[in-house]
């Protein structure tokens, strides 16, 4: 079986080897150069990717015009793809049913009657039942197509003719944007005011010089169809123009709607560009009932035609700011809308440019238009005048003209060389009509000859003047900005995206907002297990540990609030209250949740106050205050606060109260002095607060020497001295100390 399947030795078609890496490439860089070239980036001039340009090419055909009636989009879309677009007619009509769809398009090519889809993400009808036309902008695009503008090539099957480009008179890769991955790079151009836009053209004609940071007087920033705020500031909206690439946040728009008697909701009315709204209301209510936003009590959709979306907040102390805040941190209330400006240069090059490359290439294919559609109105003129001089001829010698069309065989042949007539002007001479015999009819062609030979000479001197090229781009430029002037046209030009900043609020206040607050009892075990217990438990014989752990410390604390962990290492730990493992079961290992060395242990954990100091102190009896909110650490590796080298270890925390410490060593020495000898730092080793000759610190406590030193002994008895008491043991930091008092607990620890 195996000898049947080789191919036979000596064939007709014998198998050729192919080097499989070089194959490879040739065919991926064909499949990469066809994806890039005909698929996914836009052409600079026209702004359009292939399967646009034919749709609205189509549409011309078709003679889908403004002003014309519609035509069902199953009719079109079967043009597109039987002609000039061998696709998916599905993605054929996905394509055109984006170009209607005013949310999607800042300034839709496309006029669509039916369903076309909406902002909730809901899909169009079947293209059976939708109609479509092109709109004013579409036609701006096509003006002067069957002029010579542009070039047209081949259609797939070679039946056909399609244009390369359109002539683009409105400006249409920046006023609608564009977006596409290819192979290996990808686009994203945001869309713009067309005004702007149109202005930022005018000031380049002036000066072809002029640097981007003057065209952003022009172009501040994309204009969504949508609507919404940008929140990005000007140094890297200008970078991101400058370079091609970079983003905007854009952030919903939103209003403070008094509801009487001091309650309010949140009514946002404009949503970010490209955010399904049905989505976005589904994920607020997810985190909703995931009690990840607490400030909120209910969301509500009262949208119609506009977006209005209702945010009811849990009480009327909530701050409208910091609810919204919240929202924008979680939600795609506030989105990201990237820049790569990544296009199709002279439809062969593709290549990030910035905003003035864009106008740049934009307006010199317009000039190339002009000069392209000047040539073939020149050439029509003098067809035009040809003919006109030839009948000039005819009503001069009309009777000679008669005769020779009476009475000659081969008239035509008689007449070009009795009046050195043109094969044309003959042609015309015999193809006239009777009654254009009038003398009228004379004196109107004598006209025309004289309208056209001005014509041809203006359009000569033209063709003969680059500053004259310019002014006409500039006058054609100027015509389609009056066309989108926001306060003619308000409805088409005015901005609909506006600039703000975005309010700064403290981040623990945020944070915290989107958190519910509830009390939670932490539990830390001696094996280094943690878990949260809901409510402030007073009981604490009942928890369970796992076989040979014990309770090491247990504290209130809320789920707001941030849980500080200090090591035998001199490292902080943060864990988030809310992240904390549930009561069931005995918690997780804390060492899963921070990066905690294999050679150090937890010396204590406690709630973060921001407002409290610490004292830390190594067992060899040096310690130092810090401010407890220096020593939060935002990363699992922790914060070094406390310099400690082996086998020296940190031992103590203890938070700052009073005006005096009392610490005692292992070796039962008992020393009083003034907490303003320890030095406040942020990080190190700190200061000598007990001398020892061997042994190291016992325990460490602070006071205030007005209410006296007191502590607990084994049987729950309290013991106080005062100043006059604590005579003995007073002194200045570093010193030895003297034996503790006696009563003071054989523990050596001062509770």
Same mark, same amino acid.
């Given at each position: 079986?195996g000898k049947?399947?080789?191919?036979p030795?000596?064939?007709d ?5 192919v080097?499989?890496k ?11 150069l066809?994806?890039?070239m005909h698929r996914a980036?836009p052409?600079?001039?026209?702004g359009?990717?292939?399967v646009h340009r ?9 003679r ?6 519609f035509?069902k989009?199953?009719?079109i ?6 002609k000039?677009?061998?696709h998916?007619?599905?993605?054929i ?16 090519l496309v006029d ?7 902002i909730?993400?809901?899909?169009a009808?079947?293209?059976?039942y939708?109609e479509a036309r092109?709109t004013e902008?579409?036609a701006e ?6 002029e010579d ?13 399609e244009?390369?480009?359109l002539?683009?008179?409105?400006p249409?890769?920046l ?11 990808a686009?994203s151009i945001?869309?713009h005011?067309?005004?702007e836009v ?14 981007v940071?003057?065209?952003?007087d022009?172009?501040?920033g ?9 929140v990005?500031?000007k140094a890297?909206?200008?970078e ?20 009487g008697r001091g309650?309010?909701?949140a ?8 955010v399904q ?6 994920k607020i209510?997810e985190?909703?009932l995931?009690?990840?936003l607490?400030? !909120?009590?209910?969301?509500?959709d #009262? ?5 209005r979306? =209702? *945010? @009811?907040p849990? &009480? +009327?102390?909530?701050e409208?700011?910091l609810l919204?805040?919240s ?5 795609d209330?506030?989105a990201?809308f ?8 002279r439809?062969?090059v593709?290549?990030?440019?910035s !905003?003035?490359?864009?106008l740049? #290439? ?6 190339e =238009? *002009? @000069?392209r559609? &000047? +040539? ?14 030839g009948y ?10 008669i005769r020779?069309?009476?009475e000659?065989?081969e008239?035509?042949?008689?007449l070009?060389?009795?009046? #050195? ?22 004196f109107?062609?004598?006209k ?15 063709l003969?003047?680059?500053?004259k090229q310019?002014?006409t ?8 900005r009056?066309?989108?002037?926001p306060e003619?046209?308000?409805a088409l030009?005015r901005r ?5 900043d975005?309010?700064?609020?403290d ?9 519910e607050?509830?009390?939670?009892t932490?539990v ?8 949260a217990?809901k409510?402030h438990l007073?009981?604490?014989?009942s ?10 410390l247990?504290f209130?604390?809320?789920?707001t609030?941030?849980?500080l962990?200090f090591?035998?290492?001199?490292k902080?730990?943060?864990?988030p ?15 899963l949740m921070?990066?905690?060395?294999a ?12 407002e ?11 310690g130092?205050?810090v ?6 650490a935002n990363?699992r ?6 310099n400690?080298?082996?086998p020296d ?9 009073g005006?005096h410490?009392?610490i005692?060593?292992e070796?039962?020495k ?9 030095p406040?730092?942020a990080r ?6 007990q001398r020892?000759?061997?042994g ?5 406590k602070?006071?205030?020497?007005e209410?006296?030193l007191s502590?607990?002994d084994s ?7 005062a ?11 570093a010193?030895?100390?003297?034996m ?12």
């Amino acid at each position: 079986m195996g000898k049947e399947l080789l191919p036979p030795a000596g064939g007709d078609d014998p198998a050729t080897a192919v080097d499989l890496k070089k194959a490879l490439e040739e065919r991926y860089l064909a499949y990469a150069l066809s994806t890039i070239m005909h698929r996914a980036l836009p052409d600079v001039r026209d702004g359009l990717k292939p399967v646009h340009r034919r749709i609205v090419h189509a549409m011309r055909l078709l003679r889908l015009s403004p002003d014309q009636g519609f035509a069902k989009c199953a009719r079109i879309v079967g043009d597109v793809m039987g002609k000039f677009h061998p696709h998916g007619d599905q993605s054929i009509y996905d394509a055109l049913v984006r170009l209607a769809q005013p949310f999607a398009m800042r300034y839709p090519l496309v006029d669509g009657q039916g369903n076309f889809g909406n902002i909730d993400g809901d899909n169009a009808a079947a293209m059976r039942y939708t109609e479509a036309r092109m709109t004013e902008v579409a036609a701006e695009l096509l003006t002067g197509i069957t002029e010579d503008a542009v070039d047209f090539r081949p259609t797939y099957n070679e039946e056909d003719e399609e244009p390369v480009v359109l002539p683009g008179a409105f400006p249409n890769l920046l006023c609608n944007g564009s977006s596409g991955i290819a192979v290996g790079m990808a686009t994203s151009i945001p869309p713009h005011n067309a005004a702007e836009v149109c202005d930022a053209a005018l000031a380049l004609i002036d000066d072809p010089e002029v640097p981007v940071s003057r065209l952003l007087d022009f172009v501040k920033g994309p204009d969504f169809p949508t609507g919404g705020i940008i929140v990005e500031d000007k140094a890297s909206i200008r970078e991101a123009y400058e370079t091609g690439r970079g983003g905007f946040r854009v952030r919903a728009r939103w209003v403070k709607e008094d509801q009487g008697r001091g309650t309010w909701n949140a009514v946002v009315t404009e949503i970010p560009y490209g955010v399904q709204k049905s989505r976005l209301i589904e994920k607020i209510a997810e985190l909703i009932l995931s009690r990840k936003l607490p400030l !909120l009590e209910d969301i509500r959709d #009262e949208s119609a035609e506009d977006i209005r979306i =209702v *945010l @009811v907040p849990k &009480s +009327r102390t909530v701050e409208p700011e910091l609810l919204m805040e919240s929202l924008f941190r979680l939600t795609d209330l506030e989105a990201r809308f990237p820049l790569n400006m990544n296009v199709l240069s002279r439809g062969k090059v593709p290549g990030v440019l910035s !905003l003035k490359q864009v106008l740049r #290439e934009w307006l010199d294919h317009r000039r190339e =238009v *002009l @000069v392209r559609r &000047s +040539r073939h109105r020149l050439g029509e003129i003098e067809k035009r005048l040809e003919v006109l001089a030839g009948y000039l001829i005819a009503y001069l010698n009309i009777d000679e003209v008669i005769r020779i069309i009476r009475e000659e065989d081969e008239p035509k042949t008689v007449l070009m060389a009795r009046f #050195e007539l043109t094969d044309t002007q003959a042609e015309a001479i015999l193809n006239m009509r009777l009654r254009a015999l009038r003398k009228l009819e004379e004196f109107e062609i004598r006209k025309e000859f004289d309208r056209l030979t001005e014509e041809k000479a203006q359009i000569e001197a033209l063709l003969g003047s680059t500053d004259k090229q310019w002014k006409t781009v500039r006058w054609e430029v100027a015509k389609v900005r009056e066309t989108f002037d926001p306060e003619k046209n308000p409805a088409l030009g005015r901005r609909r995206t506006t600039f703000g900043d975005a309010p700064v609020h403290d981040l623990e206040e945020v944070q915290q907002a989107m958190i519910e607050r509830e009390p939670i009892t932490v539990v830390l075990s001696q094996k280094g297990w943690i878990r949260a217990m809901k409510g402030h438990l007073s009981d604490l014989a009942s928890l369970s540990f796992k076989e040979g752990d014990a309770l090491k410390l247990a504290f209130h604390a809320q789920t707001t609030d941030k849980i500080l962990i200090f090591t035998t290492g001199g490292k902080f730990h943060t864990l988030p209250g809310d992240r904390l493992p549930g009561g069931r079961g005995h918690g997780e290992p804390v060492r899963l949740m921070v990066d905690l060395e294999a050679d150090q242990a937890i010396v204590t954990a406690f709630a973060h106050d921001p407002e409290r100091r610490l004292l830390l102190v190594s067992h060899g009896g040096n310690g130092f205050i810090v401010a407890e909110k220096e020593v939060v650490a935002n990363t699992r590796k922790g914060k070094q606060v406390m310099n400690v080298k082996t086998p020296d270890e940190a031992k103590l925390c203890v938070a700052v109260t009073g005006d005096h410490a009392a610490i005692v060593g292992e070796n039962r020495k008992l020393l009083v002095f003034p907490l303003a000898e320890v030095p406040e730092m942020a990080r190190g080793k700190g200061v000598r607060l007990q001398r020892y000759r061997d042994g190291g610190v016992s325990d460490l406590k602070t006071f205030a020497m007005e209410e006296g030193l007191s502590w607990q002994d084994s049987a729950g008895r309290t013991f106080t001295r005062a100043r006059q008491e604590l005579t003995e043991w007073l002194g200045s930091r570093a010193a030895a100390g003297r034996m503790a008092p006696k009563g003071f607990p054989r523990t050596g620890k001062f509770a």
